[in-house]
């Protein structure tokens, strides 16, 4: 397999190729926000100023506007494996999405019923499932992190999980340690007592292939802004659980799936920039798209960028160990991970050093990340300094990294 040429690839990132205050911008907030290529911008714009319409009308921008939004349903479905596009719906975000999804599941709880959700988890697939059942009387389990590997407990999953389970929600990756979560395993354990499997893809998706169908999971949350797109959620659920559940809706809107679950005028232009940033991530295979199908070219890119973000995790891993007023938090190991890195250090705290790093145009976040449960296990209560890298970042900017870290005076 050839390597990503990441000079090429960051050349297509205007936020990469600027100077703030004379520098170059280094990104290590990814988590919290991937930079955008130049061909997702293009699409937003070329939509707001040549179409910019609602659906339904007689006219060309109306039927342009509907055209664009199945393309970006067909596009993400692929994206993430869903058999159909009528299993993809659009909203807000991924909370906003959650909520919605955890309204109208738990209008089929009944007291003393129980749910499962994890400590690994941001609080967005979290708080959305304590309310619901606090509405309807139904037990809240919340599985333990493992602090070894700052992943989950999966023997106390399992301990969990029995007759009254209703639903399990938990992510597939860790937005603070990394650590990814065997999802496949907990959905086998998860259908065997009849619950329903909803996964917290959001962290996961810039870095790693995602398959709903391999994984058997009922829904799956995500959000393009964290995955070189727009400000857009997405919901992928199976399409009968979509079909059979109710969410809240407005009267006349279409009653059918997956439209029911969209509330409101679409975000039209995340539409048109989503189709984009599919296109982008699978030109990252470097396959020519008129010989191969956009599944292959996915399935590919995401091997090439992996490769990539191994190299950078290994690499920051071994600059780390060599300073051993660090701390990670989470598997030393660039395998079985995303390449964010929860890190403290015992001369400064993780705002003094995410201060610093601003100071000097490195972007990187401290604290909790809503996180709570996670960062509370790890009993750092100050939070953690989280760098994340993308396949946009290289072993230089890592480098760069540690020198400024050095430079601190303490
Ligand atoms: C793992 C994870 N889940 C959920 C969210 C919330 O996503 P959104 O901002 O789309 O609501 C975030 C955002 O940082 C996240 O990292």
Request: hydrophobic share 45%; aromatic share 10%; proline share 4%.
């Amino acid at each position: 397999m050839q390597a990503l040429d990441i000079a090429v690839l960051r050349g297509q990132f205007p936020a990469l190729n600027q100077l703030v205050d004379g520098k170059t911008p280094i990104f290590f907030d990814g988590p919290g926000g991937a930079q955008v290529p130049r061909p997702v911008l293009t699409a937003m714009t070329d939509y707001l100023g040549h179409f910019n319409a609602n659906l339904g009308g007689p006219f060309f921008s109306a039927r342009a506007t509907e055209q664009q939004a199945q393309r970006a349903r067909q596009a993400v479905a692929t994206l993430l494996g869903a058999d159909r596009a009528e299993e993809i719906v659009f909203g807000a975000n991924f909370t906003t999405l959650t909520f919605a999804v955890s309204r109208a599941l738990s209008r089929e709880w009944q007291a003393g019923d129980e749910i499962i959700v994890s400590a690994l988890d941001h609080y967005s697939n979290v708080s959305s499932w304590q309310q619901a059942a606090a509405d309807r009387g139904v037990v809240v389990h919340q599985v333990r992190v493992d602090v070894a590997s700052g992943g989950l407990d999966y023997a106390q999953l399992l301990t969990l999980l029995g007759p009254k389970t209703r639903l399990v929600a938990v992510t597939a990756a860790s937005n603070t340690t990394g650590t990814l979560v065997d999802i496949p395993r907990i959905a086998d354990a998860v259908h065997s007592v009849g619950a329903l499997l909803y996964v917290d893809a959001v962290h996961f998706a810039p870095h790693e292939r995602i398959d709903v169908q391999a994984w058997d999971c009922d829904f799956l949350g995500c959000s393009a802004y964290k995955f070189f797109g727009p400000h857009l959620g997405i919901l992928y659920g199976k399409h009968r659980h979509l079909e059979r559940f109710t969410p809240y809706k407005v009267e006349p809107a279409k009653n059918v799936a997956p439209y029911k679950w969209e509330t409101g005028t679409q975000n039209w232009e995340a539409l048109a920039g989503v189709e984009a940033t599919v296109e982008y991530l699978a030109s990252l295979s470097g396959l020519d798209a008129a010989e191969h199908d956009l599944e292959a070219r996915i399935d590919l890119a995401f091997a090439r960028s992996r490769a990539h973000e191994q190299q950078l995790g290994a690499h920051l891993l071994a600059r780390l160990a060599e300073r051993p007023w660090f701390t990670l938090h989470g598997i030393n190991d660039s395998k079985g991970r995303t390449p964010t890195f929860a890190i403290t250090s015992n001369r400064h705290t993780p705002t003094e050093m995410a201060e610093y790093l601003g100071h000097h145009q490195v972007c990187s976040w401290a604290g909790h990340f809503y996180a709570l449960a996670l960062v509370e296990q790890l009993g750092v209560s100050e939070g953690v300094l989280r760098v994340g890298c993308m396949h946009y970042n290289t072993q230089a900017e890592i480098d760069r990294l540690f020198a400024l870290l050095d430079d601190m005076p303490y």
